[in-house]
């Protein structure tokens, strides 16, 4: 049997993710404090870092002002300083303290203010004082600073001082990009985006489980499918690097995953690709159901992330999301709440890691089984039936029987799982064995 | 853009239908007192009418034996006079008073009765005492009065006079028909019938609805489709026109609908095609979803009027029912208190002509909406994304979005209206504008 | 019109149905003491006596040790005597007394144990302490006795003397078969089983009903399709059996049922073909929802018996089963209780009767029927209107139209009957009346 990430047990399965789930977490504490945005040193600096994890991942540059697709490539910006002087002398909002205190691609500004005129340039969230927001202003010129409310209303008045040292440069974003062959050219695809400056969930969760899935995979002794993973900036890093590849996504591409928020440990949360019966909703849709009966399930219509330029029309990549709690629907979002303590910890990591192996293991798998026997086969005489009755009693026999009874090459084996309504992961020993005993062999298409 | 019967807002459509209600229901009361039946003069003489308000309405005559189908155009009825003189001398049950009174396609005759005899020719409701009920017999030789059952029990014994001056000759049915050529030979139906005598909504709503719908359609300064109304006697009209013109309409009706029950203010009904899922039941199902979450849906089984001819198998053209309460089913049907105050009101006509123009609407700019760019477009750079959130904030824009990204070729219009839960005429403008922008462009198949 | 098992009313129906209920039951008595199993003497006899009752009923043997699918015809049993002398030198579990005493295919032994000893031997239902508990042991040698727990209880200390007299001998297993031809080579095929000793519903039920079935049909002046029967023993013959027949059953067979559990009066039950949607399931389920709404109906999953093997894959057949309680799932299934005065009743039989002959109708009388009218047809001229009114007043006039409606090639006469909502046996008449009218014709496809 081809080799699988998790073939053990699910409490096998649990103590070896817990492990990576530690491993990843201290991972992103080590990315947490880098000042990320779409372009420049921060996003260079953490794709440098991933590649010392994973060699073979290799980083590119895109220009400013290449062609995106319908987007153009951006200025670099070139973040040294920012910060405040109040009244009294004191420096605040200081990106060195919190990179989320500047206006993520603000420009350049030395200049004093009436607290007043400063008020124009403050961000904060009323509703959750203690949280530092994030906000961005990539295509429209401005400065500005976030800061807690609670800071924020007991600002004096005064003459404020205000000092960004902020350029926008022809400069580039960059891309990092493997891709782990497999027998087949057929992909399975695998997106994240690591533009965001300090926090866990949105997004230093998407990169480092990616990363560790793609060593994973690097590791298994042989693989039926080739692997790709891509690390971007998002929306403008996808766009860019669609321009550049496409034509070869488009034709070897038959699964793909953008993953984003995925090591709270909240429930796992589903969008489907465009189409919504592509393989990679099969394959997910069936391991999120047995992992979790009461997962989240979202609409197309809700996307939000880089799924929405691979399903555009005309690219039509199958990809799909997959998250913990979805972007914009978590208290923490979008401020410095989303942090690496209480929202993304290494069990969440490691939920995740699992889910995601058992859904790139159900690709692996996967095959039509066909029935070499005609009639319902004599398991006695193959020592199947005593056997496999001491395991989990005649439960299994009777899984084993529906089985050979649906390999009729009709039906692919998750299909066949869900017939039966059991974990595909259940099937694979059973389809060895059948294998073995030349009741059923496999098929691919 | 295509010119549009209704493009504006709810608010505007309202106040410009309301007009043309009470212009409809004007016509109606001119209508109301001739004696209509399946043939005859009074058929010709509303037709006439119909034909002043809308030059181009041809009528023509079918002869008395001609081939309709399966059916034979029965003769021509040929009613003067119809009455009663009671034992004291008193004239009751004249149609001169109203035309209920008398048995459709009776037989001449001129006799005296004792009451006990006349009683086998007089029909009243003793449920509705004060309703006179429409009663006939085409294909059944005999004569009958119809009464309020009020009067009927009062009646004295005694010698009653009976008088019909009524006869049967070799004559004609009378149809009218107006095609309305658009850019393509392809053509919504619409058919109505006007046999009935002085009832309002069963059946004077239908052909005033009809007349001012294709003189609205007519004003259009271009149309896509071509649009056939037809005006007619029920069944044997209905048939008689299909002996004539099949092959025409086959080949060319793209949708069509019949008109009956139209005008009364009450919940919107429809009766499906016998397909049930062809383009009229489509677009008419996605208007009245959104015009009244509650409309009544029908099923074929429960047809009765010309939709039975329309859709039998061999003829088989796509033709649903549009009414609001269905005939049969509201308790002023077939009596003389279905009328022009209570029942039909200038409000009913004014919804039922905004409904019909949706549907209009919906099948005219109805097309296949394709993506000119790839991956999600820019909408900051042109000028879309603040332009649009000042008018319904975010809720645009990601309508905008979602009719860009269902823009794949695989989903008409009125589908991706589906897709998005919101009504197709709020993606008119949309479209519009992303057409203008070169994001989308319209394929007609 | 073909010739019909049951064209007359439900009452009707049921009164010709009891008095067969009556002969079955008393064919099911004459068979019940006969000791059976999958192989011998009892199971020889058995079909012996059945052919008997249905002359063409052709048996035919199956030597031991023959390739039968993926199983091998084992040795046959020969059982003389077999019973058990207790301390006190009574005899007990004497199988002349009831042949469930003996473990089926228990080996010869003639002994004397301990009361400890045995134990080993003996099975009994502490729950059911008046049941004599089926036990068999066909592919490993053993021996044992059954009896009731009350019984068993109740044993006294000592030596008991054993006393079996078995052997296992190269032999057979017996089939049966009988197919009666029908102006089409395609056939309907039922299954029944006949290895089980002295049990009612399971199973002498299954082969006393398909006994009168294959009668009744022969009886037919004129038969569409093809008809076949085969009384086996269960599994190895139904894979016996396909291992002589497989590709003529392929090639002809488009429905087909096995019976089983079939004469107890509670609920019908229903287990679909592996397909779900074969020809057998549409006319079975047609009729059993219109004679019980709470029809139990059953997943492919919860199959047991020869269904299993008739639907393989790469064998591929449409058979379905047909049950009252299924096999499992009934207090009394595989005990002494399962006896034909509180179980298996004449009426059980007669009702199943009904309910297979509605199925076989259903199959046999299906067709496609074609209007050959254009528009609605007038059925006045044609004496319809009144004729049928008179009947069942206009609920038949609706059906009449809408049978018509729907004769447009897409649907055959249950699909229609589906459509209308009524019983295919409702549309029989109407049909026949439509076909002399020439307003709709028959195709067979």
New interface residues.
């Given amino acids: 049997m081809r080799a699988l990430l998790y073939p053990e047990t699910d409490t096998e399965c649990l103590v070896e993710c817990l492990a990576k789930g530690e491993t990843m977490h201290a991972l992103a504490q080590k990315l947490w404090p880098i000042n990320r945005s779409i372009s420049g040193a921060g996003l260079r600096q953490t794709l440098g870092i991933l590649s010392e994890y994973l060699p073979g991942l290799k980083l590119f540059e895109i220009a400013s002002g290449s062609k995106?697709?319908?987007?153009i490539v951006p200025d670099e910006w070139v973040i040294k300083a920012a910060y405040i002087i109040d009244p009294s002398g004191n420096k605040i909002c200081d990106i060195s303290e919190n990179n989320l205190h500047l206006v993520g691609y603000s420009e350049g500004v030395q200049a004093k203010l009436e607290l007043e005129d400063l008020q124009q340039h403050l961000h904060s969230l009323p509703a959750q004082p203690d949280a530092i927001p994030y906000i961005t202003s990539y295509?429209?010129r401005t400065w500005g600073f976030c800061l807690r409310h609670h800071q924020r209303i007991a600002l004096e008045p005064g003459i404020y001082s205000v000092f960004i040292d902020a350029q926008h440069i022809k400069g580039s974003i960059t891309l990092a990009e493997i891709v782990l062959p497999g027998e087949s050219d057929k992909e399975i695809f695998f997106s994240t985006y690591c533009c965001h400056p300090s926090m866990a969930n949105n997004e230093l969760s998407g990169p480092c489980l990616a990363l560790f899935l793609a060593q994973a995979i690097g590791k298994l002794p042989n693989r039926r499918y080739s692997y790709r993973f891509v690390f971007l900036p998002e929306?403008i890093g996808?766009?860019a690097y669609?321009q550049l590849r496409?034509a070869e996504l488009q034709k070897n591409v038959i699964a793909g995953f953008n993953l984003s928020c995925i090591a709270d440990s909240r429930t796992y949360s589903y969008l489907p690709s465009?189409a919504g019966n592509s393989l990679s909703d099969k394959a997910a849709l069936h391991v999120l159901a047995h992992l979790d009966a009461h997962f989240k399930r979202y609409h197309?219509?809700d996307r939000g992330s880089d799924e929405?330029?691979y399903?555009?029309?005309?690219?039509?990549l199958p990809v799909a999301s997959l998250m913990r709690s979805k972007y914009g629907e978590f208290p923490e979002y979008h401020t410095s709440l989303d942090n690496l303590t209480d929202v993304v910890t290494p069990l969440g990591f490691a939920q995740s890691f699992a889910m995601c192996a058992r859904i790139i293991d159900a690709l692996e798998l996967c095959c039509y089984p066909?029935?070499m026997?005609?009639?319902?086969?004599?398991l006695?005489?193959r020592g199947l039936y005593p056997s496999l009755s001491t395991k989990t009693s005649t439960q299994s026999v009777?899984t084993l029987?529906?089985l050979?009874?649906?390999?009729?090459?009709t039906r692919d084996l998750i299909e066949i799982a869900n017939?039966?309504e059991v974990p595909v992961w259940t099937l694979y020993p059973l389809l060895e064995t059948l294998v073995q005993e030349k009741i059923l062999r496999r098929e691919y298409r």
């Fill in positions: 995106a697709l319908d987007w295509y429209k929306m996808s766009n669609l496409m465009r197309w219509r929405s330029n399903c555009a029309p005309g690219v039509d066909i029935a026997v005609l009639g319902e086969p004599q006695g005489t009777r029987l529906d050979i009874s649906y390999s009729d090459g017939e039966c």
